[in-house]
Every structure is written in structure tokens, then in C-alpha cells.
């Protein structure tokens, strides 16, 4: 490096700062480097013929020293170091109210990692910034030009960081400095990249921390407000320059060598250059006329580029292929602060500091005509331009200001007082036991803070501190505690809105559809909409939209409280809680996905069939929310088509649960509406050769659970019907049941009742099979598995739940206590584990079967232990015609006893003939059949006498 030069304005300074250097140091060079070299950026940014305002984002000192360069200098061109593609959105201010946020948002990506959508870039914007006085200077004075010159939003994702190998990582915030909280109005950016105008903190966490401890306090906020903001709001324009400029230059000093930060930094100043210099040439405008508005930490830029006269070249790459929409969307105190790594409150404080400053100083600001959230006033447009005052030498101011300390205001008694009154007021709306000895206490704490913190008057942060001392109690009673009562008391979170005029086409469309509601959508409170079907029927259309709307936004923005919409069911009277107000920008990027909610709704369900991770279950529910939400048959034929591609290429049995409940849904649906759609039949039929395919296999293997394996065999028997019509082979399903030989208890079961519902296995077979599990003590601690897989089992075989409740029961008969006690918390687990949906069918079956009564439960008997009533003795027959007919013919007989199991041979009777043992036995059993013979001979022997 080169030694500094001691000529120029500040070579008095250079030349102190670097004996002090040299008096302080260990090492002078590396200090002395510093030193001298922040007061040559100084030089260097003031000495530049386009002039540089240096600014902080949301800094009142940074607004009021806007506003009186403005009034003073009345530039005729504004360069604004802001994303160059968000100059048309500038124009639909005046129809919001602030804060509000600049968006830039793209869903389909073209040129970035898929994985990385949806991109979306805000830059929010309040009433106490500087950027907000430039802008509104330049679009209600007549013949001024507001130009942005920052990078476009498209290469702010371009010059993310992507690490080696994680190309496709997402964004990790880029400009953001943390993750916003969970809250409502915390998080009205979303996971949105934040771009700030003068981003100015110290990225050098040891000096970071270093101020912080010395300067007693919690946040770099509060050292800001302390140390830079009340300083410099009553400074002069230059005095104002330089030490914005210095600290800067000081923080971009000790930014760590070789952060990639740093080099993104560079190249935005590269291009802001760049662009300036463009513009210049292109309109032939002054550069006296013209007033660069950046950041403080590009102020003191030392890139090539730097300068109007600097010729050294910048190439700007092209944007990719990426579509991005541009619109407004809420904001609010908290996300900003959330977003950029601010304290809480700051922004508030912040309102409340310019809006006391403003009185003050007596100042008007410029307001855009028709800004929502107050009163117009006079900008500058009304006043007369004055005279462009020559430029005036560089003087350095710098040395006074760091020699003297800052004038300090003495302690202001009445506005304390009345913070402390107004606090104590809160606390005891919000349920603290709050009186006025505690508006006393926190008074005099605030003063004793402040002068522990070398302060000469309390700050609203030392008050902060001493009201929680005071006031905070160890169970905060309602929703908000003492430090949020404080940011209340300082202003509040104000929260933006965006105007109708400004809303994208698809908002103002679904506004003019809910407009026969009656109700104010604007308004951020929850509204309650009562719409009769039958009695108004006018308001289907809305109540189709609400439903549609559902799908789409936060379940807090749309909430049905009474009715519902199910395939083929819709209620005649709904309730609804809107909040449309409170979720603006969820409904503004809707918009940017199309003109209206069907056009969204039929994209997003197109989408969602077609990802790398999409299930059948998954296409199913989008068939069925088609159905439900849109009921466009060409619409569900597509998803439909896609479902049975998804069922087909499954290797896995996870979704069969899903996969059953949805298919049965849709299939009662179209049977009940009209003629079975195709794809349904295809659906069964590839389901049911998959999954007779799959069956083996997922009885063996251990990671398909008994859930997935009843839900399988319940397609292959519910649809058996539907997919033998349709073609399908049923010794398909027999040859799977064959070969399936699983060894988990659970499964064990569920292939018996597989068996039994194919006629294999008999129910007097399986009766015995359970008996013997529960005679064997070996495979008793796993009979609950056994339980769980024919509970299962009633998902294919309904008609079992008899037996499922006659093996239970004969399980709580038999098993001792010392066995069943320890083994009822497993079958209760197992059952909430594996069958929850279908216990209830279990207890209907149990309470068909008990008795509903204690007397009768006493003398109850089990019908499946009951015995079999004894057979009634029957009288020999006698001999007669029949018997010599049947002797005559002894093959019929010994063909009929040997069909029906009889065994026994011939006997003798009185008349010599012989007579079969067991027929005579049958015909015993059951002599209604030999009396009805031999009344139909005899009416025939009588009508042969006649």
C-alpha cells in the first residue's frame, strides 16, 4: 500500500489519526493502514463531481438530512441503489398504505435449480426511510427522474454463493441476516430474500461485540439509535456526509479478507457504476444536478469503476430465462426487523423518532399524492424551485465532530412521565396488577439506567428495561408481555396494506367475486359471512370461490365454520371467518401464478400429479379435489390417467391404506352421478394385477406393515367384483394368496382370513387354529399381534368380525389372570397402533352379541361354547311298502347313505327284508320327509281304487 498523502481537506486528520496509531499500537502499520485509510475514503466520496448521499435503512437522522438536501439542492435526477426492475412498482405507492415491500417473484424457474423455487425478493419500504423521501421528492416534482441502478433481481439470485458439489442448494438468505420468527405479522415476507438500502452493521464480530459491551448495551440497534442516530439528526449536510461516509469506510475496513460477501458487494458497486454512467450519456444530464443515494458501505467503495471519469470496464451478464412478476405486498415493523436482524421494537422507535423530529424541526415531508394511512401535504411541487446554490470546496468537518462530544439534551421530564403513566395504563389492560407507585418506580429506574449507561437522558430502551423491571411479574397474565407493551407504546407494529388499484388482476377479481358478501375484505379483522344456499342462490358462485380459496391460501385466511364440500355433498347453509386483509400478500403472489383461482387451482393440481416424488394416493387426492373444487371431467380424466401411471410403477406398499380410501370415495361418487369414467376401470384393473403382483412379497418382507397388507388384500376383495367384469382372472388372487407365506403372527392372520374369504379355510378350521394358539403358552405373549392382523382383517373381510370378537372373548375366558393381566396393555397398544379406524366396528359386533342387561348377562351363554341340542329318539319304523320298495332297491339306498357319511350295514326286520342301519337312523332324525311320502302314497293307492 501506498504511505497517505497528507494534502487535501483531511490531511490534518490523517496526519492525527496516525500518530495516534503510532502512540497506541504495538504495530503502527497495520492501524495506521486503517486509519488513514477511511479518512482517504472520505476524501475520495466527497471529492466525486456526482454527489453521494450516504444513508442507513430506516434511520430518521438518514431521513430528515434526505429531506433537507432535497429541499435544498432539488436534484433533477435520483439514482437509487435499488433492484433496477422494481422502477414500475415505485408509481403504485400512493396506493398503499405503509410499510409496504417491493416483490419480485418467480415460481417456474428457468436457469436456476429447480429445488431452489419459488424465488421471491423483497425490499420494504416505510415512511421513516430516506429512500421513501427520494422517491416520493421525484414522483410528485414535476420534471425529476428517479432512476435505479442496483442489480435486478434475477442476478441477485445469479450471485448467490453455490458451494462446490451443492449446486443445488437452496437459497440461504443471501442479504438476510436471520430467520424471521413464528408470528403472524413476523412473517408477512415469508422466506423471502430481503435486499436493504444501507445495510450498515459491522461484519466483523469482535468489533461488533466490542461496541456493544463498551457501549452498555443488549443490540446493535441500540448502539445505532445511541451513538449515530441522535447525534446526527441535527447535523449539517456536510458533517452529515463524512461521518456516514467514515463509518462506512471503517466497517468495510474490517470486514474479514476474502468473504464472499464482500466480493457480491463489489460487483453490485460495479454495477451501479456502471448503469449511472449509461444513463448519463444516454440523457446528457449534469452530474450537478444529480444525487447518487446509496448505502454508506457503498459510499466508500473502492472498486475500479468508482466515479463518473473511471473508465475501467464492467461486463453485465444476462439475465436467465426465469418469468418474474412484480407486485407489492404488506409489510409490517416486525418483518423488517425479523428479516434484517433487528432489534425488536427498532423499527417502531425508529417511526416514533422521526415523527417527534418532524415536529420539532418543523420540516414538511414529501408524501405522495393520495398515500393512504394520512393526510397529503404539501411536497415539492407546491414550492418554488430556488437556485441551484455552486458547489461549494470540501471542508473538513470530521475533526470537530470526533474531538467534541455530542450535545446532549437535557432529561426531558414530561415525555417520561407520560411514558411511564401510559405504560402503567397498558400493563393493567393487559392484566397486570400495575398502580401508580410502579409508574414512579420505572420513572425513577429509567433515570438511574440511563446514567449507569453514561446517558444524559433515558432512551426508549432504558425505559424498556426498567418497566420490565418494575412491572414484569413472574406469570404474564394475557397475551403480551411488558416489552411488547413497550413497542406498543412506541408506536406499535404497524402493519401495511396494499391498495385495491395495486393489487394483481387475480386479487381485485376474487374482491369483485366476494362482493355480494357485503363485507369489507380490506379490513385486517376476522369477519364472519353467513351464506343460505337455498334461500340466496345467487351466492353459490361465492361460496364455490371460498372453497377454492381454501385449497389455495393459509388455513387462517379462508376458515369454514359451518358446512362442508365432499364428493358429491354440499350444504345448503355455511359460515365462514375471512381474514383476506391479513393475508394480502398470500393472495398477492397467487396472482402471479394467473389471472384467476380456477386457472391457479387446475395449475397447481397439474403440478402436483407431475413431481419426481408423487404417489398414486398423492394423484388420487388431486382427482378427487378436481372432483370436489372444479368438477371439470376432462380435467379429472387427466389426473385420473396419471393416477393409474403412478400405480402401476409403485414398488412399494406404503400408500395402500390411502390409496383404498380415496379409490373407494371416488368409485361410490361416480356410481351415484352417472356411468363409471375409464380411468376408474383402469385403475382397478392395473390395481388389482399390481397388487396381486406385490402380495407375496409383502407378506415376507418386514418393512410393509400389517396396515399396508390388510389395505392391499381390502382392494383385491372390495374391487373383485368390479375387476372380474372388467376382465381381470381370479386364480390370479388364488395363486398370490398360495404363495404367500409370511412369518410376523400379525400377517399369519391376515393370510387365514384370506384364506377363509377364498372358501380355503373353513370356520370351524380357524376356530380350532386360535385354540390351539391359546392352548399353547409359548404363543400366548404374541396372541395380541394375532388380534391385530384379524382386526386388520376386517378391512377385506368384514364378515369376520364375529369371529374377531368370539376370539377375544374366549382369550379374557381361558388365559389365567397372571397371563392376561400383563398381556392387555399390549393388545390395547397394538389395537390403537394398528386398528383404531376399526375398533368401532368391533364394538358394534360385541354389542349385537352381549346382552344389554346384568340379569341377563348372568345367565348368558356364549353361542359359540352353547351345545349342540340333542337329537330326538324316533320310533323303528315299521315294515310297510316303503321298506320292501328300498330293500328291493338296495343300491339307490347305499348311494344316498355313503353321499350324505352314514356308515352301517343292512339289519334284518320282523318281516325278513333287510333294512339299512343308518337309514334308519336318517329317517328317524327326520321324519317329516317319511310322513309326507307315505301320505303322497296313500292319497295315490285311493285314487287307484277309484
Given amino acids: ?271 451501479m457504476w456502471t448503469r449511472m454512467r449509461q444513463h448519463l450519456a444516454a440523457s446528457g444530464a449534469d452530474p450537478a444536478d444529480c444525487l447518487y443515494v446509496c448505502g454508506a458501505f457503498h459510499a466508500a467503495s473502492r472498486v475500479e469503476q468508482f466515479g463518473l471519469r473511471a473508465d475501467a470496464p464492467f461486463e453485465i451478464g444476462p439475465r436467465t430465462g426465469t418469468r418474474w412478476h412484480h407486485g407489492l405486498i404488506p409489510s409490517s415493523h416486525s418483518a423488517i426487523e425479523a428479516q434484517f436482524g433487528l432489534a425488536p421494537g427498532s423499527v417502531s422507535i425508529a417511526a416514533a423518532t422521526w415523527s417527534k423530529a418532524v415536529a420539532r424541526t418543523g420540516l414538511t415531508p414529501y408524501r405522495l399524492e393520495g398515500q393512504r394511512g394520512g393526510r397529503t401535504r404539501a411536497g415539492g411541487r407546491r414550492r418554488a424551485t430556488p437556485a441551484a446554490a455552486p458547489a461549494a470546496a470540501v471542508e473538513d468537518r470530521l475533526s470537530g465532530y470526533l474531538a467534541r462530544p455530542p450535545a446532549a439534551r437535557g432529561l426531558d421530564e414530561a415525555e417520561l412521565r407520560g411514558w411511564c403513566v401510559d405504560i402503567v395504563r397498558l400493563a393493567r389492560r393487559n392484566g397486570y396488577l400495575a398502580s401508580t407507585a410502579d409508574a414512579i418506580a420505572v420513572f425513577e429506574t429509567a433515570i438511574l439506567l440511563a446514567g449507569l449507561r453514561n446517558r444524559a437522558r433515558p432512551t426508549p430502551y432504558d425505559f424498556a428495561d426498567a418497566a420490565v423491571t418494575c412491572i414484569e411479574k413472574d406469570v404474564v397474565p394475557g397475551r403480551r408481555d411488558v416489552r411488547r407493551l413497550c413497542e406498543i407504546l412506541f408506536g406499535g407494529d404497524r402493519v401495511g396494506q396494499v391498495g385495491y388499484e395495486a393489487l394483481p388482476p387475480l386479487a381485485r377479481d376474487v374482491h369483485d367475486r366476494l362482493a355480494p358478501l357485503g363485507l369489507d375484505l380490506e379490513k385486517r379483522t376476522i369477519q364472519r359471512a353467513l351464506v343460505d344456499l337455498r334461500a340466496s342462490p345467487e351466492l353459490v358462485p361465492c361460496s364455490d370461490l371460498l372453497w377454492r380459496l381454501r385449497h389455495l391460501l393459509p388455513r387462517d385466511a379462508v376458515r369454514p365454520i359451518m358446512g362442508e364440500r365432499r364428493l358429491g355433498q354440499r350444504s345448503i347453509q355455511e359460515s365462514w371467518d375471512l381474514a383476506l386483509g391479513r393475508s394480502q400478500r398470500a393472495l398477492i403472489e397467487l396472482g402471479y401464478e394467473g389471472v384467476t383461482v380456477e386457472q391457479v387451482l387446475e395449475q397447481r393440481l397439474r403440478r402436483a400429479v407431475r413431481g419426481p416424488d408423487v404417489t398414486a394416493s398423492v394423484a388420487l387426492e388431486a382427482v378427487e379435489d378436481a372432483v370436489r373444487l372444479l368438477d371439470g371431467p376432462r380435467l379429472v380424466e387427466e389426473l385420473g390417467a396419471r393416477a393409474v401411471e403412478l400405480l402401476a410403477a409403485e414398488r412399494g406398499v406404503d400408500d395402500a391404506p390411502e390409496v383404498l380410501r380415496r379409490i373407494r370415495r371416488l368409485l361410490a361418487h361416480h356410481r351415484a352421478t352417472g356411468p363409471l369414467p375409464a380411468w376408474c376401470g383402469a385403475f382397478v384393473t392395473t390395481g388389482y394385477a399390481h397388487y396381486c403382483t406385490l402380495l407375496p412379497t409383502a407378506f415376507l418382507d418386514g418393512e410393509s406393515g400389517v396396515r399396508q397388507v390388510g389395505a392391499m388384500l381390502g382392494f383385491l376383495f372390495g374391487m373383485e367384483s368390479l375387476a372380474l367384469s372388467l376382465g381381470c382372472d381370479r386364480s390370479q388372487l388364488e395363486l398370490a394368496v398360495a404363495q404367500s407365506h409370511p412369518e410376523a403372527p400379525a400377517k399369519v392372520a391376515l393370510l387365514w382370513a384370506a384364506r377363509h374369504q377364498l372358501g380355503l379355510l373353513p370356520l370351524a378350521e380357524l376356530r380350532e387354529r386360535c385354540a390351539a394358539l391359546l392352548a399353547n403358552p409359548l404363543v400366548v405373549p404374541a396372541f395380541p399381534q394375532y388380534l391385530s392382523g384379524f382386526v386388520q382383517a376386517l378391512e377385506p373381510v368384514p364378515a369376520l368380525a364375529p369371529f374377531v370378537v368370539e376370539a377375544m372373548s374366549s382369550a379374557f375366558a381361558r388365559l389365567p389372570d397372571p397371563v392376561l393381566l400383563p398381556w392387555l396393555p399390549t393388545l390395547i397398544t397394538t389395537l390403537r397402533e394398528h386398528g383404531a379406524e376399526l375398533v368401532p366396528l368391533l364394538v358394534r359386533e360385541a354389542g349385537r352379541t352381549f346382552p344389554g342387561s346384568l340379569p341377563a348377562l348372568d345367565a348368558w351363554v356364549p353361542p359359540w361354547s352353547a351345545a349342540a341340542a340333542p337329537l330326538p329318539v324316533a320310533p323303528a319304523v315299521a315294515s310297510g311298502p316303503v321298506t320292501a320298495l328300498l330293500a328291493s332297491h338296495p343300491e339307490s339306498v347305499d348311494a344316498v347313505a355313503a353321499l350324505l357319511g352314514c356308515a352301517g350295514g343292512w339289519r334284518a326286520t320282523d318281516g325278513g327284508a333287510a333294512v339299512p342301519a343308518g337309514l334308519t337312523a336318517l329317517l328317524a332324525a327326520h321324519p317329516e320327509t317319511t310322513a309326507a311320502l307315505a301320505a303322497l302314497l296313500e292319497t295315490g293307492s285311493c285314487r287307484g281304487e277309484d
Fill in 1 to 271: 500500500m501506498t504511505a497517505p498523502t497528507t494534502a487535501g481537506p483531511f490531511g490534518a486528520l490523517r496526519e492525527q489519526l496516525t500518530a495516534a496509531a503510532t502512540a497506541f499500537a504495538g504495530s503502527s502499520q497495520a492501524v495506521s493502514d486503517i486509519l488513514a485509510g477511511i479518512v482517504d475514503d472520505v476524501d475520495r466520496a466527497l471529492g466525486e463531481e456526482l454527489e453521494i448521499f450516504p444513508v442507513c435503512h430506516h434511520s430518521p437522522a438518514s431521513a430528515l438530512a434526505m429531506l433537507r438536501r432535497l429541499r435544498a439542492k432539488q436534484p433533477r435526477v435520483i439514482y437509487l441503489e435499488l433492484c433496477e426492475d422494481l422502477q414500475p412498482l415505485l408509481g403504485e405507492l400512493r396506493n398503499c398504505r405503509l410499510p409496504v415491500a417491493l416483490q419480485a417473484f418467480a415460481s417456474q424457474l428457468d436457469g436456476f435449480p429447480a429445488d431452489w423455487g419459488p424465488l421471491s425478493v423483497v425490499a420494504p419500504i416505510t415512511e421513516a426511510s430516506a429512500e421513501y423521501q427520494a422517491i416520493a421528492y421525484a414522483l410528485e416534482t414535476p420534471g425529476v427522474e428517479l432512476v435505479l441502478v442496483d442489480r435486478s433481481t434475477d442476478h441477485v439470485f445469479q450471485w448467490l454463493p453455490r458451494p462446490p458439489g451443492t449446486a443445488d442448494d437452496a437459497p440461504t438468505g443471501g442479504d438476510v441476516e436471520v430467520a424471521a420468527p413464528a408470528g403472524e405479522e413476523a412473517a408477512l415476507h415469508g422466506d423471502a430474500v430481503g435486499v436493504e438500502l444501507g445495510d450498515l452493521r459491522p461484519r466483523f464480530a469482535e468489533l461488533e461485540a466490542y461496541l456493544l459491551h463498551h457501549g452498555k448495551v443488549r443490540h446493535w440497534s441500540e448502539w445505532w439509535d445511541q451513538y449515530v442516530e441522535q447525534p446526527l439528526a441535527d447535523a449539517d449536510h456536510d458533517t452529515y456526509r463524512q461521518v456516514m461516509v467514515l463509518i462506512g469506510s471503517l466497517f468495510r475496513r474490517l470486514r474479514p479478507a476474502g468473504a464472499e460477501r464482500n466480493d457480491r458487494d463489489e460487483d453490485r458497486e460495479r454495477y
